[in-house]
Structures are given as structure tokens and as C-alpha cells.
């Protein structure tokens, strides 16, 4: 059973917690984040979300999830990188909050990091039973695959933010 914080839409926790899967409260939000991963050469990690989850399965995707009761922001985002792919993060690792917007009951926060060449390949990835696969592919790429349905759906705005981000725009492509 998972649990989350609950939140005023202005990011101020109420004090509340609410239940995975029950309908939320009328003016009442639980916190989600997303995290692109690149490498320094503008690389993207995607993963492929597991056939048997219940949300979205069998799609290219970033890694991402909710924030559980007391977690914050990074805290959520470094636990569902570690759940989900594996990664660990070390203070070495570059990561900023590239932007935040309110969707429906939820606060997303989407995060980008930078990981070094080199250290990870797609196969140095522990995959959870949440996802099936994980690549690198250039930004161009992942563009082009959202073209079609093997991608989650993301709003021109939403990617725009993403890759008009300066520390993202100035990677090597």
C-alpha cells in the first residue's frame, strides 16, 4: 500500500496523507517526478516500462514515479532511479528540477541529470520488474519516437521546457 503527502496546489503540505488508487480529495495533490537522464554528450537513458505494470505498460519512457510520505522532491527522484533502473546517485551526479506544473491531481516536478561517459553503459542498468529495457538514444531519436505509439505521450510544451533547458541545449549532439 503505498502513501503519499498531500499537498495545496502552491506546494504546501496540509498535513494529510492519502492512499494509492482512492480517488483524491477535491484541492489536494501528491507530488510526481520525472527524470530525463543524459549523458555529456546529450545522450538520453530511456526505459521500457514493464509489460505487466499497470500504468502505461510496454512504452519508451523516463524514469519517474511518486514521492511516498516524507519524501521531498530529489528524495523521490533518487529512490525511483535506484528502484527502477538501478542508478545511484553520487554527489558527482549533475541534477536540477528543469521545471514544475500542476497535471490533474499532481505536482510533477521534471528533473534532468547529467551522468559521466564512460561509466554506463545500457547494460551496467540493475532493471526492476517495473521496466523490461533500458537504451541510450540521441535526443533526435527520442524525438522522432515520439512520433509514434511506442512512447508515452508528452506535450510539445512539456518537451520544449526539456530541451530548451540551457545545461541540456549546450550538451554535445
Do not use: C
Not at 49 to 66: E, F, L, Q
Not at 78 to 103: D, K, P, Q
Not at 139 to 168: A, V, W
Amino acid at each position: 500500500m503505498e502513501m503519499w503527502d498531500l499537498y495545496t496546489s502552491d506546494r504546501k503540505l496540509t498535513g494529510e496523507t492519502h492512499q494509492r488508487g482512492i480517488p483524491m480529495p477535491k484541492d489536494r495533490y501528491h507530488l510526481v517526478v520525472h527524470l530525463w537522464i543524459f549523458d555529456t554528450n546529450g545522450n538520453m537513458l530511456i526505459q521500457k516500462r514493464g509489460a505487466n505494470v499497470k500504468s502505461k505498460p510496454g512504452i519508451w519512457s523516463m524514469t519517474g514515479g511518486s514521492a511516498t510520505i516524507g519524501e521531498h522532491s530529489e528524495l523521490a527522484m533518487m529512490r525511483e532511479a535506484e528502484e527502477e533502473i538501478g542508478l545511484h546517485f553520487t554527489n558527482e551526479v549533475e541534477r536540477w528540477v528543469v521545471a514544475s506544473y500542476l497535471s490533474g491531481p499532481s505536482i510533477v516536478d521534471i528533473w534532468a541529470a547529467i551522468l559521466q561517459d564512460g561509466h554506463y553503459d545500457a547494460s551496467s542498468f540493475k532493471i526492476s520488474e517495473e521496466v523490461d529495457a533500458v537504451k541510450w538514444v540521441s535526443q533526435h531519436e527520442f524525438q522522432q519516437m515520439l512520433q509514434t505509439p511506442e512512447t508515452g505521450e508528452f506535450s510539445k510544451h512539456y518537451m520544449n521546457k526539456l530541451f530548451g533547458d540551457m545545461r541540456i541545449s549546450g550538451l554535445r549532439v
